[in-house]
């Protein structure tokens, strides 16, 4: 007997932000299963760090802001076929967020941002039957003190997923979301060295600890190939059991 697979041989897939942190372990997981990968970041210091070397093959890295419409442009023309697109580019400006300015940076990023990529990328999608994988939060259900903007912003993308998968059917690209828990990367490096609010997320997680990049990876596979095409709409959690105790 042959082990069960996930295919994605011959897909063409661009991970926002995916030059670091969850986003790279998106697009590593997407080589493992066969893909080619474009992972992108917004500064060139990031872009420099990412290894395009991976297990799995070679990573193809382009500079993108999905805040700046002519910057993705450029981008999508450098794009021959996309099956997947990975809205995973995010930041957050915790304690800053009360700011109308901070506020409405992180909602230009987080949430707008996929809407500009989103659009960008459908006529692509279109013609490929491809589909959409939103990186949500758990602030999309629950809201952070310190974080209103990106608390918004990460509600804001579950909405976003289900009415782009409800308009979008009729161009059989599906739209889903993940939901990650606490993760190791760059984005929560500052909450980590706050010695009581580490400890505070990992007795809280039923697991007992926090997650790592690769722990996303498996949801995105998933959702990505045709093992997942009766699911559209939908926000996984992904979080080692932190939203249920
Ligand atoms: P990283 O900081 O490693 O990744 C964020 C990426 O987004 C970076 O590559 C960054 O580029 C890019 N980015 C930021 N702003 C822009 C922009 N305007 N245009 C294009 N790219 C941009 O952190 P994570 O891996 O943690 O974050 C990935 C996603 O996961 C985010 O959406 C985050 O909100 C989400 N998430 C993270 C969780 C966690 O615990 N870590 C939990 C739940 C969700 P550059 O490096 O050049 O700034």
Known sequence: TMAYTIDLTGKTALVTGGASGIGYAIAEGFQEAGAEVIVTAQSDESLEKC??????????????DVTNDISI????????????LVNNAGRIKRGLEYRIEHFADVINT????????????LPKLALTHGNIINIASMFSFFGSPMSPGYTASK???VGLTKSLANGWSEHH???NAIAPGYIETKLTKALREEDEQREKITERTALKKWGVPEDIAGAAVYLASDRASYTTGTTITVDGGYSIT
Request: hydrophobic share 40%.
């Open 110 to 121: 987080n949430l707008m941002g996929v809407m500009r990529m989103s659009h960008e990328a």
């Open 155 to 157: 509600t804001g993308l």
């Open 73 to 84: 442009e450029k981008t999508f023309d450098e794009i021959d076929e996309l099956h997947i």
């Open 51 to 64: 290894v395009e070397k991976t297990k799995f093959g070679t990573l193809r890295k382009l500079k993108l």
């Open 173 to 175: 690209v599906r739209v």
